[in-house]
């Protein structure tokens, strides 16, 4: 099983500042790892796939980057609306056993 | 507009069964993969199955092989999950997500969500 891991665990930061959350996968995962938002009594929401495509609809100031094990979702001039917990998922393994990380909630 | 809703959740004693649904909408449904993903009570999320568009292949996370089954009927569009033999560890919400596209196995939609609580 591929264990993902994210870093860290709560992120402490401030409206209109920079946000760098870390995903890393315990084998390679090439570039198949998308990033999910989920607020307080929501349902998870894709932001991101493929490593670096921005699902439609998300704003531009989310970006993610990395391929293998190491990932970076960054979340530049934040808006009091992206205050959320964020989910990495890796999708390589066949036959399927999509594993997400445990979440790095952002908190102001 | 795409849309997936769940319902079926309920509370159950332990080792007992529940049967879920989740009727989807807005989007060719023989065409994606579907899955359950869930969620326990102040948790991660975790991923439970998935089922090919066609129905014919199926896959299990191991916390729930031999336990659950999943299932899809296309006349419906409608995607199923039976959970036997329940356990206090499959409390959580039960989220019905789409798959991205035939090579994309990330998950673009999502429903809100089915709460199955397991306890006596």
């Known amino acids: 099983e591929i264990v993902m891991t994210q870093s860290p665990a709560t992120l402490s930061v401030s409206p209109g500042e920079r946000a760098t959350l870390s995903c890393r996968a315990s084998?390679?995962?090439?570039?198949?790892l998308a990033w999910y938002q989920q607020k307080p009594g929501q349902a998870p929401r894709l932001l991101i796939y493929g490593a670096s495509t921005r699902a439609t609809g998300i704003p531009a100031r989310f970006s993610g980057s990395g391929s293998g094990t190491e990932f970076t979702l960054t979340i530049s001039r934040l808006q009091s609306e992206d205050f959320a917990v964020y989910y990495c998922?890796?999708?390589?393994?066949?036959?399927?056993?999509?594993?997400f990380g445990q979440g790095t909630k952002l908190e102001i | 507009e795409v849309q997936v809703l769940e319902s079926g959740g309920g509370l159950v004693q332990p080792g007992g069964s529940l049967r879920l649904s989740c009727a989807a909408s807005?989007?060719?449904?023989?065409?994606?993969?579907m899955n359950w993903v869930r969620q326990a009570p102040g948790k991660g999320l975790e991923w439970v199955s998935v089922i090919s568009g066609s129905g014919v292949s199926t896959f299990y996370a191991d916390s729930v092989k031999g336990r659950f089954t999943i299932s899809r009927d296309s006349s419906k569009n409608t995607l199923y999950l039976q959970m036997n033999s329940l356990r206090a560890e499959d409390t959580a919400i039960y989220y019905c997500?789409?798959?991205?596209?035939?090579?994309?196995?990330?998950?673009?939609?999502w429903g809100q969500g089915t709460l199955v609580t397991v306890s006596s």
């Open positions: 807005g989007f060719t449904f023989s065409n994606y993969a």
């Open positions: 997500a789409k798959r991205g596209g035939p090579s994309a196995y990330y998950f673009d939609y």
């Open positions: 998922q890796q999708y390589n393994n066949w036959p399927p056993m999509y594993t």
């Open positions: 084998q390679s995962v090439s570039s198949n």
